[in-house]
């Protein structure tokens, strides 16, 4: 299913099907496009530091309201959308592209829990000192 729609020179939609990059490394092409659209500096700095960085505050922010680590997966998947609207409309990537979005989501899932177990560790050591210590960044145990 290749249906193209362009807008600009942006795509909207991917034109080589859900798994095109996988294809390419698979059959003797270039795996440099296999986890980025484009520059690997592209991808560090939109997807990593500014979407990772939302992640993380939205992670530390479900925590703080005692909510449950599943939200912040929610979270972390609209941050991936979010993304690759920013990668659409800034950089002219591929906007509907259900493997990019795979790997922005699990860097932005991922980044998401991380900054929602340190902070649940922290809470627990800091709420129940008489019960709970800080074991490690993302865990605490019993006393």
């Known amino acids: 299913m290749a249906i193209v729609s362009k807008v600009g020179e942006g795509e909207i939609w991917t034109t080589g099907g859900i798994l095109q990059p996988v294809t390419d490394c698979v059959g003797a092409g270039s795996c440099s496009g296999m986890l980025f659209e484009g520059s690997p500096w592209i991808f560090v700095i939109l997807t990593v530091i500014i979407g990772g960085g939302c992640a993380i505050m939205a992670g530390r922010s479900v925590a703080r309201g005692w909510g449950p680590a ?18 659409f409309g ?54």
């Open 70 to 87: 599943s939200v912040s997966v929610v979270y972390g998947l609209l941050l991936a959308a979010a993304v690759r609207f920013l990668h």
């Open 90 to 143: 800034l950089l002219r990537g591929t906007l509907v592209s259900p493997y990019y979005y795979l790997i922005d989501a699990i860097v932005l899932v991922g980044l998401a829990l991380a900054g929602y177990w340190y902070t649940r560790s922290a809470q627990m050591a800091r709420q129940y000192p008489w019960k709970f210590r800080r074991n490690g960044p993302f865990g605490w145990t019993s006393i």
